[in-house]
C-alpha cells in the first residue's frame, strides 16, 4: 500500500503544473498565442505636481509566436470607465514563442488633472491587444495597472483616501458613492 501510494504522490508531483523543487510555475505551451503582462514598474508612484513618470513593461508568450502586439496605456481609470484616457501606445514588432518583449514609455502627472475627486490619486492601466485581433487562450490577462500618488500642490501633503474627502471638494458631476 505505501509503495501505491509513493508511486501515486511521484505521479502527481511529475505532472503537476507547479515544480514543487524549484517552487516556480511551469509555463505549457500553447498551440496558439498567450500574451500576459508580469509587471508594470513605474519610476515612483508618489510624485511632485508636474512630476514625469518612467514606466517599464514586461509582456510574455508562453503560446506560439506573434507579431504586431499593439498596447495602450490608459489614466485614469480601466479602458471602459468614465475619466479613462489613452496616454500611450505602441506595437511590438515580434514576440518569439514562449518568449516576452519589453516596453517603456514616460507620463507627467499633474494634481489638477485626476478624475477621482481631487484626491491626487490616478489609477493606470496597460493593456496589450485592446482591439481584441490577435486570437489567444485568455484574453482576461491582458491587463496590468498601477496607482500613481501626487501630492497636492498647495500643501503638499500626501493624498488623502477617498473616505475623508468632504463633499464640497469633489469635482462636479462626480460622487464618493454609497
Given at each position: 500500500m505505501k509503495k501505491?501510494?509513493?508511486?501515486?504522490?511521484?505521479?502527481?508531483?511529475?505532472f503537476s503544473p507547479l515544480n514543487v523543487f524549484a517552487l516556480t510555475p511551469v509555463n505549457p505551451t500553447y498551440d496558439q498565442p498567450e500574451l500576459y503582462i508580469t509587471n508594470l514598474v513605474p519610476s515612483s508612484t508618489t510624485i511632485q505636481d508636474g512630476e514625469t513618470v518612467y514606466f517599464k513593461a514586461t509582456i510574455k508568450n508562453s503560446g506560439t509566436a506573434v507579431?504586431?502586439?499593439?498596447?495602450?496605456?490608459?489614466n485614469n481609470g480601466y479602458p471602459t470607465s468614465d475619466?479613462?484616457?489613452?496616454?500611450a501606445n505602441g506595437v511590438i514588432d515580434h514576440?518569439?514563442?514562449?518568449?516576452?518583449?519589453?516596453?517603456?514609455?514616460?507620463?507627467?502627472?499633474?494634481?489638477?488633472?485626476?478624475q477621482l475627486h481631487n484626491s491626487g490619486s490616478f489609477i493606470t492601466v496597460l493593456m496589450?491587444?485592446?482591439?481584441?485581433?490577435?486570437?489567444?487562450?485568455?484574453?482576461i490577462n491582458n491587463y496590468y495597472g498601477?496607482?500613481?500618488?501626487?501630492?497636492n500642490p498647495n500643501t503638499n501633503e500626501p493624498i488623502r483616501p477617498v473616505d475623508q474627502?468632504?463633499?464640497?471638494?469633489?469635482?462636479?458631476g462626480t460622487s464618493c458613492g454609497a
Open positions: 501505491i501510494l509513493s508511486m501515486v504522490l511521484g505521479l502527481i508531483l511529475l507579431d504586431n502586439v499593439k498596447w495602450m496605456f490608459y475619466g479613462a484616457t489613452k496616454r514576440i518569439y514563442a514562449n518568449g516576452e518583449a519589453r516596453i517603456e514609455f514616460s507620463m507627467q502627472f499633474n494634481y489638477r488633472d485626476d496589450i491587444d485592446p482591439d481584441n485581433t490577435i486570437q489567444e487562450v485568455s484574453d498601477v496607482t500613481i500618488y501626487v501630492k474627502i468632504k463633499p464640497q471638494e469633489q469635482k462636479s
